[in-house]
C-alpha cells in the first residue's frame, strides 16, 4: 500500500461541534476511509497540531491515489474542512531507490536554449 500524509483545517461549525460534543474523529473517519479502501497507520497517525495553517496531520495508506483524491473529496464535501491536502510519503528504503533512478539521468537534461533535436 503507498503511504500518504494528510493535512488538514477544521471549519468554525466542525470546532463548534467538537466542542459541544467531544468526540474522537479518527474513529469516524476511519470507518470512511475503510470502505473507499484506505486506513490509518497504526499508533499516532492522526494528530492535533498547533500549526498557523493546519489542524491536523495523518499518515494513511491507500492502494492507489484516486482512493485518496475521492476520500479528500469527499472531506471537503462535508463542508467540515476548509482545507485537506494529501501527498505521498516514502520511508528512507523507498527514497534511496528513488534516488538511484534520478542518478541515472543525472547529464541527460538541456536546457530548452541549449536542446538540439536528434
Given at each position: 500500500?503507498?503511504?500518504?500524509?494528510?493535512?488538514?483545517?477544521y471549519s468554525?461549525?466542525?470546532?463548534?461541534?467538537?466542542?459541544?460534543?467531544?468526540?474522537?474523529?479518527?474513529?469516524?473517519?476511519?470507518?470512511?476511509?475503510?470502505?473507499?479502501?484506505?486506513?490509518?497507520?497504526?499508533?499516532?497517525?492522526?494528530?492535533?497540531?498547533?500549526?498557523?495553517?493546519?489542524?491536523?496531520?495523518?499518515?494513511?495508506?491507500?492502494?492507489?491515489?484516486a482512493t485518496?483524491?475521492?476520500?479528500?473529496?469527499?472531506?471537503?464535501?462535508?463542508?467540515?474542512?476548509?482545507?485537506?491536502?494529501?501527498?505521498?510519503?516514502?520511508?528512507?528504503?523507498?527514497?534511496?531507490?528513488?534516488?538511484?533512478?534520478?542518478?541515472?539521468?543525472?547529464?541527460?537534461?538541456?536546457?530548452?536554449?541549449?536542446?538540439?533535436?536528434?
Open positions: 500500500m503507498l503511504r500518504y500524509v494528510i493535512l488538514g483545517k468554525q461549525d466542525f470546532l463548534s461541534g467538537l466542542i459541544y460534543n467531544p468526540q474522537d474523529r479518527k474513529k469516524a473517519a476511519a470507518a470512511m476511509m475503510k470502505k473507499a479502501g484506505a486506513k490509518w497507520a497504526e499508533g499516532e497517525s492522526y494528530l492535533h497540531i498547533n500549526h498557523p495553517n493546519y489542524d491536523f496531520v495523518g499518515i494513511v495508506y491507500s492502494e492507489d491515489e485518496m483524491k475521492a476520500s479528500a473529496d469527499m472531506m471537503r464535501a462535508t463542508g467540515s474542512f476548509t482545507e485537506i491536502n494529501f501527498f505521498r510519503a516514502w520511508v528512507p528504503e523507498e527514497y534511496t531507490e528513488i534516488s538511484k533512478k534520478a542518478s541515472e539521468l543525472v547529464g541527460l537534461y538541456a536546457a530548452p536554449s541549449d536542446y538540439k533535436e536528434e
